[in-house]
T-cell receptor, first 118, second 113 residues
């Protein structure tokens, strides 16, 4: 089946620093990737949608200048949390929608990144 | 605004029991509904996907039903095993031209040997 690799799986950083999270589709070309965030005991919430080669579309309430998303190729999308603060501490998970040869109904998820900002 | 609710939040059962997880959504105009499994430190795994025109899907010991008119879906797990212990999430997709999924908060299942 389709595999999505997300790295790192966990990261601890100091307040004010930036953190980059990578999401790769290993065996398929992901035309669209999605970034979700999950705070403790809350639902997964979509942050943004990125299509290869174009700017990401952010959900209401998500700061695009704080959460930079780059989808430069069909197999890689990155999320950079800039000037991280403790309230950004959360579980971030990406998902990818396949292109040719894969049903575009299902989403394939990465393993997630637990971010802790001190 | 579409909201998805899962009940119960947590469930503990002895091995071998059949069990039902519930998912409800406020707006019946959905495109599809999907059940996921979430294991600690791992990504979400899609278990079953039900299109809006379907009433149920089955995979092995899992059976998911969908009743759009009442805004409900259930995930039935037969003959539960300790390896079924995980958090189960349901999510609805509201239209065909978006990848946005609206998730419930999940049901954490523990199956005791």
């Amino acid at each position: 089946g389709a595999v999505v690799s997300q790295h790192p799986s966990w990261v601890i950083c100091k307040s004010g620093t930036s953190v980059k999270i990578e999401c790769r589709s290993l065996d398929f070309q992901a035309t669209t990737m999605f970034w979700y965030r999950q705070f403790p005991k809350q639902s997964l919430m979509l942050m943004a949608t990125s299509n290869e080669g174009s700017k990401a579309t952010y959900e209401q309430g998500v700061e695009k200048d704080k959460f930079l998303i780059n989808h430069a190729s069909l197999t890689l999308s990155t999320l950079t949390v800039t000037s991280a603060h403790p309230e950004d501490s959360s579980f971030y998970i990406c998902s990818a929608r396949g292109g040719q040869g894969l049903t575009n109904e299902k989403l394939f998820f990465g393993s997630g990144t637990q971010l802790s900002v001190l | 605004k579409q909201e998805v609710t899962q009940i119960p939040a947590a469930l503990s059962v002895p091995e071998g029991e059949n069990l039902v997880l519930n998912c409800s959504f406020t707006d019946s105009a959905i495109y599809n509904l999907q059940w996921f499994r979430q294991d600690p430190g791992k990504g979400l795994t899609s278990l079953l996907l039900i299109q809006s025109s379907q009433r149920e899907q089955t995979s092995g010991r899992l059976n998911a039903s969908l009743d759009k008119s009442s805004g409900r879906s259930t995930l039935y797990i037969a003959a539960s095993q300790p390896g079924d212990s995980a958090t189960y999430l349901c999510a609805v997709k509201v239209s065909s031209n978006t990848g946005k999924l609206i998730f419930g908060q999940g049901t954490t299942l523990q199956v005791k040997p």
